[in-house]
């Protein structure tokens, strides 16, 4: 049989005996002519093999595991773009059915929320900050008041709130970590208010860590701030990953619209609310929140529909697929894809414990974080190996596992972390663990050899 194939085939079929794939790929200029579609799919399709695995990427929070019925979702709405409600009003109604849910999983009143879907967190981030400026200055006007100095504060942040600080001209007022406190807290936040104090940003799930930080308590301490000074200071969650998370694996905890003070919050839709790449959320629990003038309107089927985005244009498909994964799941399919993901977490902590050489900074507990373990080498512990260096062997198999040191304050501070996503099964993170004995062996056979500077810090904030 396979003799009689390779009988009839012409060795000029050969794809890569066409004359297109007979010269290096154009990188500089338009080529002059055209291509055979079938010759360029497969070149650059080759080319992407040098990517790597997704799945083996322990170091992104988003998700690399979707079912097909994503990919026939995203192939129809291929051509659906996001702005134009007029003509896909039922794309636009999926987002806004989906605002809904969203909202209501937060525990707010979809009634009286409002919110949209965006590009990720960055820029829902970026539309909750705005909304929080927008507010203090309006405030800040109607007292007479001078609105030159606006500041926001928050705890060891995302690189997008820094972003927004200096887009938009405000002062951040980061709070450091200091020891073994890897996020803000109450004290800190109140140390830092002042009348120009447009929001704080507490994040559920700390880039760095995986850490929650504590919402709750720092609401308090601003209650308590306003009555003794008057200042109502709202607060921003930023639950790029919690957000999906907290719902389902710890609903007593009190983070989101049950807290009056939490005015807004945003999520990546294609973190762990496992959209496809390409989709965020931010909702404000409560329409008068969100100032009338940062909303436009624009024509829907004849009447005004309301945007609030930086983009214009943008794919639909994401936000169908993340209506389709709310209902596909609902809170027990979400549930038990989270839950799995930390108990395999713990499995893996407890896999790196074996090495007696690690000290766990966080470890995939759902009442503290997401499901990712973060650790680094035990003080005083005697190896001949940085935590880079094992991150470097660990690639040679394919896993991208970062070694990084924390921002500051902690700057002296070395970590690994690993995200434990849907699709990261026990038998990789066993396989995972077999590589890692290898490595740590062979590092400390090599011992005499290697060299013990690190390189650059690894791009983790993803
Ligand atoms: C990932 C992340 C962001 C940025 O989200 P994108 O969806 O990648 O734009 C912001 N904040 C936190 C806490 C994050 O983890």
């Not at 436009?296 to 609030?308: E, I």
Request: glycine share 8%; charged share 25%.
């Amino acid at each position: 049989m396979a003799l009689h194939i390779l009988q009839n085939k012409s060795v000029n079929d050969d794809l890569f005996n066409k004359a297109a794939a007979g010269t290096p790929l154009s990188k500089f200029k338009i080529p002059d002519h055209e291509a055979d579609p079938n010759t360029m799919y497969r070149l650059i399709k080759d080319e992407l093999m040098l990517d790597g695995n997704s799945r083996q990427n322990l170091a992104t929070f988003c998700q690399t595991y979707t079912e097909d019925q994503v990919h026939r979702l995203m192939d129809d709405c291929l051509d659906k773009n996001m702005i134009d409600k007029d003509e896909y009003p039922q794309t636009a109604e999926i987002e806004s059915r989906c605002v809904n849910i969203i909202a209501s999983l937060w525990n707010a009143n979809p009634k009286d929320a409002i919110g949209t879907s965006t590009t990720g967190s960055s820029e829902a981030c970026m539309l909750g900050g705005m909304a929080m400026k927008w507010r203090w200055r309006a405030a800040m006007k109607a007292k007479g008041k001078s609105c030159d100095k606006p500041n926001l504060i928050c705890g060891p942040v995302q690189v997008c709130w820094h972003k927004f600080a200096r887009y938009w001209d405000v002062e951040l007022r980061e709070i450091p970590m200091e020891g073994t406190r890897y996020v803000s807290n109450a004290q800190e936040v109140i140390k830092r208010c002042d009348e120009n104090t447009i929001g704080v940003v507490q994040t559920l799930g700390i880039t760095f860590t995986g850490q929650f930080e504590p919402v709750k308590e720092v609401a308090d301490a601003l209650d308590k701030l306003q009555k003794e000074k008057g200042w109502d200071i709202p607060i921003h969650v930023d639950g790029a990953s919690g957000g999906f998370l907290a719902p389902f694996c710890a609903p007593d905890l009190v983070w989101d619209f049950r807290i009056p003070r939490v005015r807004s919050i945003s999520t990546s839709g294609h973190k762990f609310a496992l959209a496809p790449l390409g989709c965020g959320w931010v909702v404000w629990g409560n329409k008068k929140d969100l100032p009338e003038d940062l909303i436009f309107k624009v024509n829907y089927l004849g009447g005004d529909m309301p945007t609030f985005a930086i983009n214009f244009s943008r794919p639909g498909g994401q936000i169908v697929c993340q209506y389709y994964n709310l209902l596909r799941l609902g809170r027990e399919g979400y549930f038990k894809v989270q839950q799995g993901c930390y108990d395999v977490g713990k499995f893996l902590a407890k896999g790196l414990d074996r090495f007696g050489i690690f000290e766990f900074v966080y470890n995939s507990d759902p009442k503290k974080g997401i499901p990712a373990v973060t650790w680094k080498l035990k003080d005083g512990v005697k190896v001949p190996f940085t935590l880079y260096q094992l991150s470097d062997v660990l690639r040679e198999r394919g896993w991208l596992v970062p070694a990084y040191t924390l921002p500051a304050h902690c700057e002296n501070v070395a970590v690994q972390r690993v995200l434990i996503r849907h699709g990261c099964s026990y038998d990789l993170m066993e396989l995972l663990l077999e590589d890692m004995d290898r490595a740590i062996k062979r590092l400390s056979a090599q011992s005499t050899e290697t060299k013990t500077s690190p390189r650059g810090s690894f791009n983790h904030g993803r």
